[in-house]
C-alpha cells in the first residue's frame, strides 16, 4: 500500500499522533520505510543575516524533534530516515514529496485562530492543496 511515506515533525502533540500513524501504516506493507522531515522555520527576512551552519540547528531543537518523533514511532532503524530542510514548512514538505516519489505525507493537523487561518494559512492546509501525492491529516 504505501511503501514510502514522508511523516512531517514538528514535535507537537498532533506530530507525535502522525508519527504514531505513520508507524502502523509503516507495520502494514513489507520493506517499508519513512521518512522523518523536520523543517526549521526561519523567517525569510533572517535567511540573508543567518549565518548559523544547518548542523549546529540540527543538534540543538531539530535533533530533539527528530529524536523524540522516532522514538513515538517504535520502528527499527533500517525503516527510518530523517531529513532536516530550513524554510517554509508548507513549501518544503511540498518540494521534498515531489522530488522523491513519495506514496503519502502523513503530518499533524494542528489549529490555528480563525483569524491567523484567514490571513497565513495553516501549513497542512496549504500542503493539502498543493501536493501532488496524497495527504493524511491525524489530530
Given at each position: 500500500m504505501y511503501r514510502r511515506i514522508l511523516l512531517a515533525a514538528d514535535g507537537s502533540p498532533s506530530?507525535?499522533?502522525?508519527?504514531e500513524t505513520a508507524a502502523t501504516l509503516a507495520r502494514l506493507t513489507p520493506d517499508s520505510s519513512v521518512t522523518v522531515f523536520h523543517v526549521l522555520h526561519v523567517p525569510m527576512v533572517l535567511l540573508p543575516a543567518w549565518d548559523t551552519p544547518i548542523d549546529l540547528m540540527v543538534r540543538g531543537t531539530a535533533r530533539e524533534v527528530i529524536d523524540s518523533t522516532i522514538k513515538a514511532m517504535g520502528l527499527a532503524p533500517e525503516q527510518v530516515h530523517a531529513e532536516?530542510?530550513?524554510?517554509?514548512?508548507a513549501t518544503e514538505i511540498v518540494q521534498m514529496a515531489?522530488?522523491?516519489p513519495f506514496d503519502v505525507i502523513v503530518m499533524g493537523s494542528r489549529g490555528l485562530s480563525p483569524l491567523k487561518e484567514i490571513l497565513l494559512?495553516?501549513?497542512?492546509h496549504r500542503v493539502v492543496n498543493t501536493a501532488t501525492c496524497p495527504v493524511l491529516l491525524v489530530r
Open positions: 506530530s507525535l499522533k502522525a508519527a532536516v530542510q530550513m524554510g517554509d514548512p515531489s522530488t522523491a494559512g495553516g501549513v497542512s
